[in-house]
């Protein structure tokens, strides 16, 4: 069985390179777009040691949000995916299934904003949005007590792009992988949350479980 590594958005932009090639390419593509001046438009005065440095933390602010698991936003998407939850659903309680999944999409959108601050003081802020999209070819997926449990041969396309809505995309790359070097199978994935068992409550009282609202946007600040 291929026990993969988690593969990240970083790696589809970056793929073979260092860390440090990975930031200083980040930090050409948004010298050439102005984004350091962009992100100190409403600062009162912008000196080119200022600029230096809100250039040099939007690098590694926006570098630190792309470690993002691209095999958990697979999985994620597959949890909304209904045959695999109705298979997760019917074998629950015992049993195993084959499902045939058709192509199909999942995308990822995350709109953070970045606060610039220089010695403790905001100077600016940036508005970006990360995106990635996989795009799965066919496959056979095997689910057994409700738990995602192998996949067939299958390839999947990865797009990762970084844009700012006052702008064109700063970057976007493709790249092709195999479906089991995303998703780490050593250990069953759910396909639908399981309710945690309640304690016993008094009598009279009753006790609803509500599962936390997942949100895909954030904010960062540098």
Not at 47 to 64: C, M, N, P, Q, Y
């Amino acid at each position: 069985m291929t026990n993969p590594t988690m593969i990240t958005t970083r790696a589809i932009l970056f793929y073979g390179s260092t860390r440090e090639s990975g930031l200083n390419e980040l930090a050409e593509h948004l010298r050439e777009r102005g984004i350091e001046q962009l992100a100190l438009r409403r600062a009162p005065a912008v000196s080119a040691l200022l600029r230096l440095s809100a250039l040099r933390e939007l690098v590694e602010a926006i570098d630190g949000l792309l470690q993002v698991d691209l095999g958990g936003v697979m999985v994620e998407g597959w949890r909304r995916y209904e045959r695999l939850r109705s298979a997760a659903v019917r074998t629950h309680s015992g049993g195993s299934e084959q499902v045939e999944l058709l192509g199909h999409e999942v995308t990822q959108t995350y709109c953070p904003r970045l606060d610039v601050t220089i010695d403790g003081t905001r100077v600016g802020e940036l508005n970006l949005e990360l995106c990635v999209t996989l795009l799965l070819q066919p496959l056979t997926a095997t689910v057994r007590d409700g738990l995602l449990v192998a996949l067939g041969p299958g390839d999947c396309t990865v797009t990762a792009s970084i844009a700012v809505p006052e702008l064109a995309p700063i970057m976007e790359r493709k790249r092709t992988l195999h479906v089991a070097t995303l998703v780490d199978l050593r250990r069953p994935i759910p396909l639908v949350y399981r309710r945690p068992a309640a304690p016993p409550s008094p009598i009279g009282r009753t006790q609803r479980y509500s599962p936390a609202a997942e949100g895909l946007s954030e904010q960062r600040r540098i």
